[in-house]
């Protein structure tokens, strides 16, 4: 077997069955302390909009900082004064942590969702690993570890009854819904809109007046990437977001201009097919999907009536199709 010491050059990084008792208190004592400052961020980021979780997470981060003084107080028993750095990263089959950039921007239920997951990660990897070891002390260690987070998971959950019962839950999940809708459907809607009702007449008008369909392909490439790039950046434009709710200006205009070149894109695709006709029924079939995809997309989030949704964008659709035809194959 590899020494401790080798393993570092071979793969930059430890196995945790290598590791001494020394070394998973000072992993564990570690690990609490991110997990602290990923609580306390989320609660942070919650407190304007959803002061409840907010307060969950404020009490989860306290309970970590308890756990690390806990295993600090361990340590320093054993061990001494220095803290040897070892961190997740360090260990090869560790579990690790999504980065809370990314968490905290998809919304309250996924916060929620990873905060169980952290605990549940935390638990169930202690006891197998204290099912592992050979070692009596190292064994305890690890059991009472497990223990711990089996009880932070239970009190987060306690909290979490406490704290969202009834009316908050409700209010606090309508309003994350609301402000989903706001930053990125509504946006993303207007720019699924926009570039696949825009760029049917350019698009099928230089199909009909060419019937080349490389020609096509170009135009209708440079038609979405223009106007995903133009909408992007006036969504973007539009406000920061702060008096309006809408939220982060990025977001919005990712969402627009990204779903309105997808919108012209998806008709444009077909025509990389060299035979005009094949292309052209493809791009046709496309066509109608989009559409009644915008359809849907108004009617499961944005309310608006199935019949009324349906003959505003079909029609609207139409129209502009028909045109792009008969222009171009006038």
Known sequence: MLSRFSLPALSGKLRFADLSEKDVLALAIASEEEDGRIYATYAQSLRAAFPASATIFEAMAEEENEHRRRLIEAYRRRFGETIQPLRREHISDFYTRKPVWLVENLGLDRIRAEAQEMERQAREFYVAAASRSSDAATRQLLGELAAAEAKHEGK??????TLL??????????????QFILTWVQPGLAGLMDGSVSTLAPIFATAFATQNPWTTFLIGLSASVGAGISMGFTEAAHDDGKLSGRGAPW????????MTMLG???HALPYLIPHFWTATAIALVVVFIELWAIVWIQNRFMETPFLRAAFQVVLGGGLVLAAGILIGGA
């Open 165 to 178: 019962g009834g009316e908050v839950r409700k209010d606090e999940d309508a309003a994350s819904r609301k």
């Open 264 to 266: 012209g894109l998806g």
């Open 156 to 161: 987060a959950q306690a909290l979490t009854e």
């Open 251 to 258: 977001k919005r205009g990712l969402a627009s201009g990204l």
